[in-house]
């Protein structure tokens, strides 16, 4: 790719692009954000989407998910509302009740899932697809940004590419895919890359090996969604979450043994880390 239109987003960034939060604000300031994840089998992944996305400084959040899972997170994320997920039913006007929409963590696909997901495309907001949501499928020409959230894995399936093939040339082939099928494709792992529609990209330089457990992209998901529904522009709203992300890992390991980390707990570090920031 044009590297010449790549850059590290670095700490500098991020304090230089936090929105303004003090003065006449209202929670309809920093916007409702839709949480469509989990399940009866993984209702966890919602709740630490919906934490990451709490703690990060979305205004309101509803989550849409199936009953067995609301009964568990709603005592873990008292502060969300929860819409009782029915994929045949279309939601009407998203644009106008929600600022942003994260599809995919704790779901697995099916054909259902793929036409809601159709469905949301078509409707002005921005999305962040993420886990189940995340397949080889062709995007609409739209206005609203799109966020991919790959690990390689995910990458290989929906980018028809093998993984083998993926370590060694990620920033080349996430900017491909980005740029053909204009959507910014965040390819997560050590040095997660930020591949944008029009060429650029970002390199992130935080975050280690304690994220290598399941739980820790959930997070991440909620937290891009706080973002895109609080931040003028998308950039800044991918780079800042992915940047903050790894920050809490790495102020975890300051304080605790690599191996201990846990999603819902290395979510608490996102106070301190955000207070150091601002
Ligand atoms: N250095 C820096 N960051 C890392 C590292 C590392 N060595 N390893 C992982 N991370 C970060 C990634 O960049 C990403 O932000 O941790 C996060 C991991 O996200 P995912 O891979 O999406 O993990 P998660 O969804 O929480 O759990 C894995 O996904 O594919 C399914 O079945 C799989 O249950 C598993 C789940
Ligand atoms: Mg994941």
Known sequence: PHTSKWKVWSEEDVIRSLPERSGNVHKGTFGTGLLVAGSDDMPGSAALAAIGA???????????????????????????????????KRLNDLGQKFAGVAIGPGIEPDEQLESFIHGVLKEPLPVVLDAGALHKRAYPKRTAPVVLTPHPGEFSRMAGIPTGQIASDRLRLASAYAQEHGVIVVLKGQYT?????????????????????????DTLT????????????????????????????????????????????????LPKVMHQLE
């Open 54 to 88: 709490m703690r990060m400084g979305i205004g309101k959040l509803s989550v849409f998910t199936e009953s067995g899972a609301r009964n568990v997170i709603a005592t873990l994320v008292p502060e969300a509302t929860y819409l009782k997920r029915d994929f045949s």
């Open 193 to 217: 890359v930020m591949a944008f529609p029009d060429g650029s990209g970002y390199v992130n330089t935080t975050g280690n090996s304690s994220l290598a457990k399941g739980g820790s992209g």
């Open 222 to 269: 909620g937290m891009l969604l706080a973002n895109i529904c609080t931040y003028a522009n998308i950039k800044e709203a991918v780079a800042n979450a992915v940047y903050i992300h790894g920050a809490c890992a790495d102020l975890w390991i300051r304080e605790n043994g690599s191996a201990t980390l846990t999603a819902h707990e290395f979510s608490r570090l």
